[in-house]
């Protein structure tokens, strides 16, 4: 399939016209990241813009409500573009909606980290018990691997992800930055948000342990040239989260071995959940515009 | 006797931002080009922020400008070059101050992600655009949208959108 450019006056309810890339109108053929691999990128930012929309309207402060609300919304725009290319790719009646929508929880290969409801451990997970100091912290976790992840992709040779990675870098940069700021805020704050900051922390450290075991899809990824070997980001990534947990008066916890699996689509219970609420409205109303 | 290219800038030219309704689409750069291919006339627009609600408006409002000058062309979203706000005119950046919005600084692309975080940039002296002052404070990263941080003027106590750099 080479469709990548858009149709005539195409109906916009229909599905949003897909993006063209860098000069090649289309790089599969040459280089090309593996469906696989695009929808492990799509995934991540759909559902971590799924959970961070959570606190619309339920923010601790007026300005993180909103805050939150646009960092979402910068995932579920680079979620869509992704899938749109995905979708380009697979050719036949895929789209970007039916990608989103109509794939079970198996099926998306996302970080266990960025599924987990915003309350720490020993809690409920009733909206009252939701913690931000969890939700920052976990930005501020896979925030460090994504400025890392698309300023490598922004170079890659498949240039409809590399058009894709160098826009999602600009906005990863202020998500880093919000939730660095935060972090230190919180840790080097009063007693109270030190401690939850670092209680945050130590619950969810060990998920980043998945960062650093590429599955086959990121294998074949930079077996093609297309993706990036993300073991060769970890010392930047330590870099980044040593010195900001230092500055936040934070410890880096011990990692015990423990490595989720979310990527190759054995998920927490938490997915479901999310994917439920996320997906409900266009499985009972198919097609359903407005 | 214009050419058809000119005919579709023409008829392109009134439209604005439907967020930001005192600059052009092509002043902010989210229009970028019309050519004449042998299929017919292109006219090519570029995201802003990924997650843009306004860019699907934007997408309407020139399809519809285009039917209402009777001009049949393809309207082709392209994302590479990333938009910048730095292709942003200084004409439009004054008119942004003077609608409230202080204008963004020009982008700084040299500076490598790890360095970013280790020696992160002292925010920028953001004049307010009410009363000139640069002695104002962030008050948020994230404003009314996506693309605007919040600030505040600690002379005039005004509170104000900044377009940030992207």
Redesign the interface.
């Known amino acids: 399939m080479s469709a990548i450019q858009p149709s005539v006056a195409q109906d916009r309810s229909k599905q949003a016209s897909a993006p063209v890339g860098g000069s090649a109108p289309n790089a599969v053929g040459s280089v090309g990241a593996p469906i696989e691999y695009i929808l492990h990128l799509a995934d991540n930012a759909v559902v971590l813009g799924q959970r961070n929309a959570e606190w619309c309207g339920h923010g601790p402060i007026l300005e993180e409500d909103i805050a939150m609300g646009n960092v979402s919304l910068d995932y579920i725009g680079q979620a869509r573009l992704l899938y749109q290319l995905a979708a380009t790719r697979m050719g036949g009646d895929a789209t970007e909606d039916k990608l989103a929508y109509f794939r079970d929880e198996t099926q998306f290969r996302n970080y266990t980290l960025l599924e987990l409801p915003h309350n720490g451990p020993l809690v409920g997970y009733a909206v009252s018990d939701r913690d931000y100091a969890t939700t920052v912290v976990r930005n501020f976790l896979y925030g460090a691997l994504m400025v890392l992840v698309w300023d490598a992709l922004e170079k890659s040779p498949d240039a409809d992800l590399a058009a894709i990675a160098a826009k999602s870098l600009k906005e990863a940069r202020y998500h880093l930055h919000h939730a660095a700021d935060w972090l230190v805020r919180f840790g080097d704050g009063t007693d109270e948000s030190h401690q939850r900051a670092q209680a945050a922390v130590d619950h969810l450290f060990p998920y980043t342990e998945e960062f650093w075991t590429p599955s086959v899809a990121e294998d074949a990824a930079v077996a093609a040239g297309a993706g990036v070997d993300v073991c060769s980001l970890r010392a930047a990534w330590d870099a980044i989260v040593n010195e900001t947990l230092s500055e936040a008066t934070l410890v880096r916890p011990q990692v015990r071995g423990y490595v989720p699996e979310g990527k190759h689509g054995r998920h927490s219970e938490h997915l479901g959940y999310l994917l439920g609420e996320m997906q409900g409205l266009a499985r009972a109303h198919p097609g359903a515009t407005w | 006797m214009s050419t058809v290219v000119e005919q579709v800038w023409a008829s392109l030219a009134h439209l604005t931002d439907p967020e930001i309704p005192v600059v052009t689409l092509r002043e902010l750069g989210i229009l970028r080009d019309v050519t004449e291919t042998p299929d017919g006339v292109e006219v090519v627009i570029t ?1 802003t ?5 306004a860019m ?1 408006q934007i ?2 409002d020139v ?1 519809g400008a285009l039917d209402e000058a009777g001009i ?1 062309a ?11 706000t730095d292709w942003i005119s200084d004409e439009a950046k004054e008119k942004l101050r003077v609608y409230g919005i202080a204008p963004p600084h020009t982008t700084r692309p040299d500076v ?3 360095k ?3 020696h ?1 940039p002292a925010p920028d002296a953001v004049a307010c655009p009410r009363c000139g002052s640069i002695h104002t404070v962030v ?8 693309c605007k941080a ?1 600030y505040k003027c600690l002379d005039c106590q005004e509170p104000f959108d900044y377009f ?1 750099p ?1």
């Open positions: 995201p922020y990924t997650g843009c609600p699907g997408e309407d399809r049949a393809r309207v082709i979203t392209r994302l590479a070059p990333a938009w910048t490598s992600v790890v970013f975080m280790r992160r008050s948020s990263q994230f404003g009314s949208t996506a919040l940030k992207y």
